[in-house]
């Protein structure tokens, strides 16, 4: 493995941070610095522990920012002080254009270069390599300094946000589809007409398998739920600025802060390989015995 001179620093080692140091180390990054508020996170593999965000940033020449929607700006704001040295500062976060734009002000005033990052697909698949849109006047040369890592990028034009609109809008739908799923599909487990359900939904919207389809889009909710809650809170900020009141926008964030809750009393097993009548199940069984909310 050859190795690349290139340092990285990360903010935020949850899932999609973790995956990222692992794929960076695979690619021979030199070295690879995090900081999380979560300290413990930071033991699982693939980066060296920093006492702050700013001082995981002062030794990078690239800076991941992957924490949850609700923290994204103060996240771009803790980097104050660590960013004199003009390092790119890449937000792969799930905010909306102006959120977006508030960071960048922020990195810019702080001395770094902001790449807006939408990112376009689900990150476990394909980690690093997971189709992102790039934005702001440093995209390009962010683009070309990571052509060893085989990323896959595309640079949109236009003013800081627009990538972000894409992915934001297309939230609507993909978590959407979520949210629709899971209340349709326990429903119908309730009155036993899942398959009948499944069967027309098969006619009405081809798919080679809705059955399938249906226990992994249920699953992620259920597992990753209070982090699209938050992105759908962002999304609905999207919709509003752009005049269309975020009616279902806002009931996707709730149903999908609901599904974390109750994802988190289910066996974690049962929720990566799904099974969807078990899992509906599991579900309503955790349903019987949890408040309707907390």
Request: proline share 5%.
């Amino acid at each position: 493995m050859t190795t690349n001179s290139t340092r990285f620093a990360i903010i935020g080692f949850g899932e999609v941070g973790g995956i990222f140091a692992r794929d960076l180390r695979a690619g021979g990054a030199g070295a690879i610095r995090a900081w999380d508020i979560a300290a413990p996170a930071l033991e699982r593999a693939g980066a060296d522990a920093a006492a702050s965000a700013p001082e995981a940033a002062q030794s990078a020449d690239v800076i991941f920012i992957s924490v949850t929607a609700g923290s994204a700006l103060a996240a771009a704001e803790s980097l104050a002080g660590g960013l004199s040295h003009r390092p790119f500062v890449v937000d792969v976060n799930s905010v909306s254009p102006a959120t977006k734009q508030a960071a960048a002000r922020a990195v810019e005033a702080a001395g770094g270069r902001y790449v807006e990052a939408a990112v376009m697909a689900s990150v476990p698949p394909k980690g690093l390599r997971s189709p992102m849109l790039l934005g702001g006047p440093h995209a390009a040369a962010f683009m070309e300094l990571m052509e060893p890592f085989g990323m896959d990028l595309k640079v949109f034009p236009g003013e800081i946000g627009k990538a972000s609109s894409v992915k934001m809008c297309r939230s609507v739908m993909v978590k959407g589809l979520e949210a629709l799923t899971t209340e349709c599909m326990l429903a119908a487990r309730h009155y036993g007409v899942e398959a009948d359900v499944l069967r027309s939904l098969s006619d009405t919207l081809p798919h080679e398998d809705w059955r399938r389809l249906a226990g992994y889009v249920i699953s992620r909710a259920l597992l990753h739920g209070k982090r699209r809650a938050e992105e759908m809170r962002e999304v609905a900020r999207t919709v509003d600025e752009a005049g269309v009141e975020p009616l279902l926008s806002r009931a996707i964030a709730e149903r999908q802060d609901w599904a974390g809750q109750q994802g988190r009393a289910l066996p974690r097993e049962s929720l990566l390989k799904p099974e969807l009548e078990p899992l509906l199940d599991s579900l309503t069984e955790a349903m019987r015995h949890r408040p309707a909310a907390e």
